[in-house]
């Protein structure tokens, strides 16, 4: 177990619709990255926040947006869903250590 | 941009058999971690390098950064079934971004 948790575990939905995925990072970590991992990309970053500043950003494609609320929970928003959405989407956030990133269990989502 | 470049994409080996993945980015990178990921579960954080020619064991798991800091290695002497699981390296950029980037991974099948 990372300490982080992340919800739902699996969504389904179809073509168009918008759904929210929610992260909660481990206890004292700041930073939190969502990615998205389908087979034929691999992991791909998709957007970091720190402390509730928005980072860096990555592949992440303008139906996609994110936020991070003050208790640092984060939630990532796919709107106008497309088939080639489905995917796992992990959430991490980092170690006070080395950066390293800790893994949520991901969230599956399909997307009919 | 960078790129991380990660092979074999997979390997099969019997059970005692040695396993090497490789890793190469298009640019010098400040760190490189490795993290794997078994079926059906999330990547765990493994080991960061940082310095040039650093070599680091874990047990049966050897990691090597390159003199240029332009590739990594893993190498897992005599498998066992336990380690199964795709593994991923991922380098940050050297005075950019730390944000890594992740190779496509190796996936690794032992045969018992």
């Known amino acids: 177990d990372s300490g982080v948790t992340q919800t739902p575990k699996h969504l389904i939905t179809a073509t168009g619709q918008r759904v929210t995925l929610r992260c909660s990072p481990r206890?004292?970590?700041?930073?939190v990255y969502w990615y998205q991992q389908s087979l034929d990309q691999g992991l791909q970053f998709l957007i970091q926040?720190?402390?509730?500043?928005?980072?860096a950003k990555g592949n992440i494609l303008e139906r996609f947006s994110a936020q991070q609320f003050p208790d640092l929970h984060s939630e990532l928003n796919l709107s106008s869903l497309e088939l080639g959405d489905s995917a796992l989407y992990f959430c991490a956030s980092s170690g006070q250590v080395f950066n390293e990133q800790f893994f949520g269990p991901g969230t599956r989502l399909t997307v009919l | 941009g960078q790129q991380v470049m990660q092979i074999p994409q997979y390997q099969h080996v019997q059970e005692g058999e040695d396993f090497t993945t490789y890793c190469n980015s298009s640019?010098?990178?400040?760190?490189i971690q490795w993290y794997k990921q078994r079926p059906g579960g999330h990547p765990v954080f493994l080991i960061q390098?940082?310095?040039?020619?650093e070599v680091k064991k874990q047990k049966r798991l050897t990691f090597q950064f390159g003199e240029a800091k332009k590739n990594s290695s893993l190498h897992i002497t005599a498998t066992q079934t336990t380690d199964v699981g795709t593994y991923f390296c991922?380098?940050?950029?050297?005075?950019?971004?730390?944000?890594?980037?992740f190779g496509r991974g190796t996936s690794l099948i032992v045969h018992p």
């Open positions: 926040y720190y402390n509730g500043e928005e980072r």
């Open positions: 206890s004292g970590d700041l930073s």
């Open positions: 390098l940082v310095k040039s020619g």
């Open positions: 640019t010098t990178l400040s760190n």
């Open positions: 991922a380098g940050s950029a050297s005075g950019g971004s730390y944000i890594p980037t």
